[in-house]
């Protein structure tokens, strides 16, 4: 089991152009997140997806989008990016949305928005 | 004020010493507690859920007031790998989706 994999593992941008970061888990679990974390600050949900065909924003939503693929596939889309995006961006899952399921953690996605 | 807060250290210490972390939270209806340990550049893993009772496992003793809204993470006979930032969750809601995570607290275990 690879658990959750994410692509790509760096990436840099120029302000104004649009990049779609992949996630993908073989755990077989229903729900998906996607954070980013800032240096200081701890990890900020930005959309999460309870179960297959559903998506809801986090506490940071703005500026982008996400697409459940699949059950296996939960994708990160910045339409326009800034500056202000530059982070590590983490996504996970959880086998359910109960509140005492283990969050794994893909590898992460370093952006930097120049 | 954050949700969750925590001591951002960093705590240098000795191997073979002891040291705690401490961790708020501003919401006294959240419903669960965690541990997790972040690597330097690498993903969070769990470390140990935290129950109302307080919990061990191996070096590592959990504890919650949840009176005063409050968990604590004790290690003992620290290891050199025992070096890493460990961040206290606080789960919000029934569930994961109020999942909140603190900044951490760096530690770093000397030879």
């Known amino acids: 089991n690879a658990g959750v994999t994410q692509t790509p593992k760096f990436q840099v941008l120029k302000t104004g152009q649009s990049m779609t970061l992949q996630c993908a888990q073989d755990?077989?679990?229903?729900?998906m997140y996607w954070y980013r974390q800032d240096p200081g600050m701890g990890l900020r949900l930005i959309y999460y997806?309870?179960?297959?065909?559903?998506?809801d924003k986090g506490e940071v939503p703005n500026g982008y989008n996400v697409s459940r693929l699949n059950k296996r596939e939960f994708s990160l889309r910045l339409e326009s990016a800034a500056p202000s995006q530059t982070s590590v961006y983490f996504c996970?899952?959880?086998?359910?949305?109960?509140?005492?399921?283990?969050?794994?953690f893909g590898p992460g996605t370093r952006l930097t928005v120049l | 004020r954050k949700e969750v807060e925590q001591d951002p250290g960093p705590f240098n210490v000795p191997e073979g010493a002891t040291v705690a972390f401490n961790c708020t939270y501003s919401?006294?209806?959240?419903?669960?507690f965690f541990w997790y340990r972040q690597d330097c550049r690498k993903e969070p893993k769990l470390l140990m859920s935290?129950?109302?009772s307080g919990n061990e496992d191996g070096r590592f003793t959990a504890q919650l007031n949840r009176a005063s809204q409050y968990i604590s993470l004790l290690i003992r006979d620290s290891k050199l790998s025992d070096s890493a930032t460990y961040l206290c969750?606080?789960?919000?809601?029934?569930?994961?989706?109020?999942?909140?995570f603190g900044a951490g607290t760096r530690l770093f275990v000397k030879a």
């Open positions: 996970a899952s959880t086998f359910s949305g109960g509140a005492n399921n283990e969050q794994f």
């Open positions: 755990m077989n679990h229903n729900s």
């Open positions: 997806s309870a179960s297959e065909g559903t998506t």
């Open positions: 919401n006294s209806a959240s419903q669960s």
């Open positions: 935290v129950y109302s």
């Open positions: 969750v606080v789960n919000q809601g029934t569930g994961g989706f109020k999942t909140i």
